[in-house]
Nanobody, 117 residues
């Protein structure tokens, strides 16, 4: 059974920082890419950032220059460093992982990030 467990969500003031973590376990290795998505109340889930197994990354325009994604392949863990947070970053953040062995998407349960103005 594959599990993705996120942590690090919290309440923070605008301009502050948070670091999210997501650890994958179970029969998912080797992992191709890992990423972060978010869903604000009343809105659809949207892409935030993604990182491939070679370390190449891409970001949503709304977070470029403020967020940084990284991963530890040995631990099947992905991180999201979020700086200069804005109230509009408030959302539930979900981790996503895609294995190399098949066209499957795995999701975590989500972690709440709230940015107060």
């Amino acid at each position: 059974q594959v599990q993705l467990v996120e942590s690090g969500g919290d309440l923070v003031q605008a301009g502050g920082s948070l670091r999210l973590s997501c650890a994958a376990s179970g029969s998912i290795s080797p992992i191709n890419s890992m990423g972060w998505y978010r869903q604000a109340p009343g809105k659809q889930r949207e892409f935030v950032a993604r990182i491939a197994s070679d370390g190449s990354a891409n970001y949503a325009d709304s977070v470029k220059g403020r967020f940084a994604i990284s991963r530890d392949n040995a631990k099947d863990t992905v991180y999201l460093q979020m700086n200069s947070l804005k109230p509009e970053d408030t959302a539930v953040y979900y981790c996503n992982a895609r294995p190399r062995w098949g066209p499957v998407n795995y999701w975590g349960q989500g972690t709440q990030v709230t940015v107060s103005s």
